[in-house]
């Protein structure tokens, strides 16, 4: 699905990272994990053509992502920024059918399919009752679940996803998990970001520890993280602890 062959990316006259190979197959879902100010959002944004690469390659379904247009980049990539604020009073509904622009001509309207799939997304994602509600006047966590709707409206092959639960309260970030899980198992392939190395363990298959301009390590969550691990990625320490059915959890230890 996605191929990234020793991609160095960054701004004009900086670059961030370097030498950053990975694959990401269909139905898989890879979580990169890094502190602030470590590249994932550049990353993110190289690999969906907003930001030009300084090196490497990057094929999407074994196609060149410099080959692609804007219009077939959105129709198979979807992108949920981190912390996007609202600035139009758009209702709720109508902020998530702009998901459906990419599938439209250019003079055309959403149609009776588009609000259908609109709604089912909302639904999905528990807020099928703020439809009607302006997006400038919901919390910025239901904002948050607002953009993850949006992008899913666009029915992705691959789903990127920048910190997709920061805002959320406890229960809202394990719908989003959820969802996830449940859009890995349909096919559709998803890359997120977290600062949580739990939510690898509960919803990818693949985690990408990044840090230091580069990716330190790639593999399966119960390989890639550990206290040591974390200990370089994040410079505190931190326990990981097995709760049986292959299943962990992290627990940091806080310095007296």
Request: glycine residues 10%.
């Amino acid at each position: 699905m996605l191929k990234i062959e020793s991609l160095s990316f960054g701004f004009p006259g900086r670059t961030v990272g370097r030498e950053v190979s990975f694959a990401l197959g269909a139905g898989e879902a890879m979580c990169v994990l890094g502190p602030n100010g470590g590249g994932k959002t550049t990353l993110f944004r190289t690999i969906l053509g907003l930001l030009p690469l300084h090196a490497g390659k990057i094929l999407f379904e074994d196609t060149s992502l410099a080959s692609l247009s804007r219009g077939e980049i959105a129709r198979r990539m979807g992108y949920v920024p981190q912390g996007n604020a609202a600035y139009f009073a758009f209702t709720v509904r109508d902020f998530v059918l702009m998901g459906r622009t990419a599938h439209l001509g250019v003079f055309s309207v959403p149609g009776r399919n588009d609000r259908e799939l609109a709604e089912r997304v909302l639904e999905s994602l528990g807020i099928g009752a703020l439809a009607e509600r302006p997006v400038t006047e919901i919390s910025s966590g239901e904002r948050q679940l607002a953009l993850v709707a949006r992008a899913l409206a666009q029915e992705p092959r691959l789903l990127v996803l920048d910190e997709p639960t920061a805002s959320l309260d406890f229960g809202n970030q394990i719908r989003v998990l959820q969802k996830i899980a449940a859009l890995t198992s349909s096919g559709i392939s998803i890359l997120f970001s977290s600062h949580d190395p739990d939510h690898a363990f509960l919803c990818a298959q693949r985690v990408l520890l990044l840090g230091e301009g580069r990716a330190l390590e790639i593999g399966a969550p119960a390989e890639v993280i550990r206290a040591d691990s974390l200990k370089r990625l994040y410079g505190v320490s931190v326990e990981v602890l097995p709760l049986g059915d292959g299943r962990h959890t992290c627990l940091p230890r806080l310095s007296p």
